[in-house]
T-cell receptor, first 113, second 109 residues
């Protein structure tokens, strides 16, 4: 099993550019989510999904869009990148709602110039 | 107000020492609780779940006090390999996991 696969590992964007961070899991997990991690801020929830076709906002959703057309994939879109979106992004999945652990992808280091 | 607050650290302890981390959460409706470990520039990985009755996994002991909305992690006989950042995590349900900012631990030879 590959687990949770995130691409790319590193990305540099110019302000105003758009891009999509890819996330795929092969564990048939219903729940998927995106986090950003900034120094001194911990991981903050951006968007999450409880199943295909269902998404919802987390703590810091502004500037990001998501969709969940399949169980396996949960891409994160930046429509117009801003320097404030420079961060490390993690995708995660879990099978259940409560006691199930989160499985994380290896992260994407994004820099917006 | 943050959902989860942790000791800021950093903690620098000698090998063999016992160290304790604390965490508080703000939402009394929180459903489940965890400690995650994160090594430098890596993804977080589950260390242990935290149960109301307290639970132990080898040298690690976790405690939960729902009345005080307080979670703790105790590490006994610290090893060099325990050096990492420890994240307190709370699940509000429906895949809404909230993370503390993390506490950095360095175990010194």
């Amino acid at each position: 099993n590959a687990g949770v696969t995130q691409t790319p590992k590193f990305q540099v964007l110019k302000t105003g550019q758009s891009m999509t961070l890819q996330c795929a899991q092969d564990m048939n997990h219903e729940y998927m989510s995106w986090y950003r991690q900034d120094p001194g801020m911990g991981l903050r929830l951006i968007h999450y999904s409880v199943g295909a076709g269902i998404t919802d906002q987390g703590e810091v959703p502004n500037g990001y869009n998501v969709s969940r057309s399949t169980t396996e994939d949960f891409p994160l879109r930046l429509l117009s990148a801003a320097p404030s979106q420079t961060s490390v992004y993690f995708c995660a999945s879990s099978q259940g709602q409560f006691r199930e652990k989160l499985f994380f992808g290896s992260g994407t280091q994004l820099s917006v110039l | 107000r943050k959902e989860v607050e942790q000791d800021p650290g950093p903690f620098n302890v000698p090998e063999g020492a016992t160290v304790a981390f604390n965490c508080t959460y703000s939402n009394s409706a929180s459903q489940s609780f965890f400690w995650y470990r994160q090594d430098c520039r890596k993804e977080p990985k589950l260390l242990m779940s935290v149960y109301s009755s307290g639970n132990e996994d080898g040298r690690f002991t976790a405690q939960l006090n729902r009345a005080s909305q307080y979670i703790s992690l105790l590490i006994r006989d610290s090893k060099l390999s325990d050096s990492a950042t420890y994240l307190c995590v709370v699940n509000l349900g429906g895949n809404q996991f909230y993370f503390g900012t993390g506490t950095s631990l360095t175990v010194i030879p």
